[in-house]
């Protein structure tokens, strides 16, 4: 089993920045990358960014390039999202996940473990 740990949510003006951070704990050996999708109110849950487990590759979505920066530290067994020019459209709840196989790093469907979520609030 994995459990994952978000935190680093709340509210924030547009143009501030925040820092997500997620732990996972757990079977991660296993694992093949992470990954921040996010759920907007009323609109379905959306890719926003990801790194494999090496560190060496990483994918935004369109909407959040140059402005977010995913990373992690395989030590702490943590991944980060580093959220700069904030926007009150990426207000939603914020969820990172873990994916144990190939496939497209922008489905949900292929990430088999989820955290809670944690909300990110932009104020304009």
């Known amino acids: 089993q994995v459990q994952l740990v978000e935190s680093g949510g709340g509210l924030v003006q547009a143009g501030g920045s925040l820092r997500l951070s997620c732990a996972a704990s757990?079977?991660?050996?296993?694992?093949?990358?992470m990954g921040w999708f996010r759920q907007g109110p009323g609109k379905e849950r959306e890719f926003v960014a990801a790194?494999?487990?090496?560190?060496?590759?990483?994918y935004y979505a369109d909407s959040v390039k140059g402005r977010f920066t995913i990373s992690g530290d395989a030590a702490k067994n943590t991944v980060y999202l580093q959220m700069n020019s904030l926007k009150p459209e990426d207000t939603a709840v914020y969820y990172c996940?873990?994916?144990?196989?190939?496939?497209?790093?922008?489905?949900?469907?292929?990430?088999?473990?989820w955290g809670q979520g944690t909300q990110v609030t932009v104020s304009s």
């Open positions: 757990g079977r991660t050996f296993s694992s093949y990358a």
């Open positions: 996940a873990l994916k144990s196989g190939g496939g497209t790093y922008s489905s949900a469907l292929l990430y088999r473990y």
């Open positions: 790194i494999n487990w090496s560190g060496t590759s990483t």
